[in-house]
């Protein structure tokens, strides 16, 4: 809605310009606002057209602003780490479901590294000997561990022995970042408490 008025604002500025161009040059008898106002070079259209482009512009201002602020609101908590942005939790520890559902109403996922560069960015930002709940699992299917935000086949750097589930453990659905000589990928129980990392797409 917002990008939508803004829009609005800047064509109807454009708008009025052209047609105060037009009345510079004696081409236009009436204004695009009024048809039973005379539009000419004189300086009452010309202050006419000023005003109204003026007006213009300002509901575009604000649309803008209002716009700035809903981004700046949707963002609070998020740090842009490499191209993309992310919230760590660091304090509070929850299950997978409940991590999942706090990014939910953040605006976002459950984070998912795309490679193993952005893997590195994230780890460089985590406190270590911690864990961290990410957006993988193989809730699905025993075998496919996918992203939870688009349900394609995730990129994965387990630890050593892991996944878990291969050596017995088949109960470990949900996967985190787990420390210990370094950060590596874990399978572990979904209703384990733990801290956790979301993501924005923008």
């Not at 009436?30 to 512009?57: C, H, M, W, Y």
């Not at 996918?146 to 630890?159: C, E, F, I, N, R």
Request: glycine share 8%.
């Amino acid at each position: 809605m917002l990008k939508v008025t803004l829009l609005l604002g800047i064509l109807s500025a454009f708008y009025m310009q052209e047609y105060l161009v037009a009345a510079l040059n004696g081409e236009a008898s009436t204004s695009p606002n009024n048809k039973d106002r005379p539009v000419g070079p004189g300086l009452e259209s010309i202050r006419f057209l000023l005003d109204a482009v003026q007006r213009s512009l300002l509901l575009a201002k604000t649309a803008c602003n209002a716009s700035e602020e809903s981004l700046e609101k949707h963002f609070q908590g998020f740090e842009k780490i490499g191209s993309r942005y992310f919230f760590i939790e660091h304090d509070h520890e929850v299950n997978w479901w409940a991590a999942s559902n706090i990014c939910r109403q953040k605006g976002g996922f459950l984070a998912t590294p795309r490679n193993l560069e952005e893997l590195n960015q994230i780890i460089a930002k985590l406190v270590n000997k911690q864990r961290y709940w990410v957006g993988i699992n193989n809730l699905g299917e025993d075998d496919k561990y996918v992203s939870q935000a688009t349900g394609l086949p995730a990129y994965l750097k387990w630890g050593t022995g892991q996944p878990s589930r291969v050596y017995g453990n088949a109960a470990e659905h949900c996967v985190e970042l787990k420390s210990e000589d370094g950060f590596y990928m874990n399978d572990k129980l979904c209703e384990n408490k733990t801290k956790y990392i979301c993501e924005l797409d923008y």
